[in-house]
């Protein structure tokens, strides 16, 4: 079965840690993206990648990095400079163009600080 | 600058009734919408798209509406069941490699 595996389903971080939270799709995507949800606020675009070894900051890329090393894997790593951690984030993988066939999403990682 | 909008954060309606969830958008470079369904703790899934140059899309019980010149879609779901109580997110692409999202509307079918 294709699918997009998102690991683990939730994460807790001491303050000034910084964790990596897995993704990947066997769906043969070339994109890749990284959303955080808030409550009221929506998916919001952390980072995303088109192609193997490149990858673009979206629009709240502070405090996050991203690595693109296979086409399959796609990890973001919450660093301690990201000021307000705690949220729900999801990963997701697309054909491009996007178009009408729009994203795959995981099930999501739920981080929260403690 | 919120290029996608939808500004009711939640609708309440009962069980055999019509829903109709709204959207606004700002770009008129947005080739494509989506509606996605979400349910809590889970990720969204594909509900329904439109094209920009169509003005209706019909799956099942799912009808999608654009009007190009008011930049307002909307998604109207009939008959409403409980199980569509759910987060419904609006979305747009550019012609490119990336969705912009709507806030999300929480919709509840009550029996």
């Known amino acids: 079965d294709g699918g997009i595996t998102q690991s683990p389903k939730y994460l807790f971080r001491k303050e000034g840690q910084n964790v990596t939270l897995s993704c990947e799709q066997n769906l043969n995507h070339d994109a890749m993206y990284w959303y955080r949800q808030d409550p009221g606020q929506g998916l919001r675009l952390i980072y995303y990648?088109?192609?193997?070894?490149?990858?673009q900051k979206g629009d709240i890329a502070e405090g996050y990095s991203v690595s693109r090393e296979k086409k399959e894997s796609f990890p973001l790593t919450v660093t301690s400079a990201q000021k307000n951690p705690t949220a729900f984030y999801l990963c997701?993988?697309?054909?491009?163009?996007?178009?009408?066939?729009?994203?795959?999403f995981g099930s999501g990682t739920r981080l929260t600080v403690v | 600058d919120q290029q996608v909008k939808q500004n009711s954060p939640s609708l309440s309606v009962q069980e055999g009734r019509i829903s109709i969830l709204n959207c606004d958008y700002t770009?008129?470079?947005?080739?494509?919408f989506l509606w996605y369904k979400k349910y809590p703790a889970e990720g969204p899934t594909f509900l329904i798209s439109i094209s920009s140059i169509k003005d209706k899309n019909e799956d099942g019980r799912f009808t999608v509406f654009l009007n190009k010149s008011a930049k307002h879609l909307s998604l109207h779901i009939v008959p409403s069941q409980p199980g569509d109580s759910a987060v419904y997110f609006c979305?747009?692409?550019?012609?490119?490699?990336?969705?912009?999202f709507g806030e999300g509307t929480q919709l509840t079918v009550n029996p």
């Open positions: 990648s088109q192609i193997v070894n490149d990858f």
């Open positions: 770009n008129s470079m947005f080739d494509y």
């Open positions: 997701a993988s697309s054909i491009l163009p996007v178009a009408s066939h729009g994203y795959t």
């Open positions: 979305a747009a692409s550019d012609r490119g490699s990336r969705l912009t």
